[in-house]
């Protein structure tokens, strides 16, 4: 059974390209490298297995071979899936908060510990113990306990 298993995985193969033009494909790496699956979202087009990422990067080698440029080809995704596709989205009004959000978040978290931190500290009073206080937590911590 270890045979078999060990001999099924030494003789698999990472899939081929589709394409035989090796500059078409590394046009297409590099493309697609810079562009989000839309299925997986933490993966990018060129790593990911979906379906969908499949017929993305077919859609890019179709353009590619039709002599769109990189831009070209970027645009054309961008106006079809927004820009949320790109890993690097442009910084521009409508993606402001894709850049600033995660900051803005930071400062107001840590804003609001200190806030909480300085009401805490001012509700805790320090006051001494009375005598009668004092002399109940002496005894109680000069009691010998049995054995």
């Given at each position: ?28 790496v590099a493309i ?116």
């Amino acid at each position: 059974m270890l045979f078999i298993l060990f001999t099924g995985a030494a003789m698999a193969k990472e899939a081929a390209p589709l394409e035989t033009d090796e500059a078409t494909e590394n046009r297409l790496v590099a493309i697609s490298s810079e562009l989000r699956c839309l299925v997986c979202q933490n993966e990018s087009l060129s790593g990911s297995h979906a379906e969908l990422a499949i017929d993305l990067r077919r859609e890019i080698r179709t353009l590619i071979k039709d002599g769109k440029s990189d831009s070209e080809i970027m645009e054309f995704m961008v106006s079809r899936y927004g820009d949320f596709v790109r890993y690097r989205p442009p910084l521009k009004g409508t993606t402001l908060l894709l850049w600033f959000g995660p900051a803005l978040l930071f400062v107001g978290a840590l804003g609001a510990l200190v806030l909480y931190l300085r009401r805490r500290n001012k509700a805790i009073k320090d006051t001494p113990l009375s005598a009668a206080e004092q002399q109940q937590a002496d005894r109680l911590l000069n009691v010998k306990e049995p054995q």
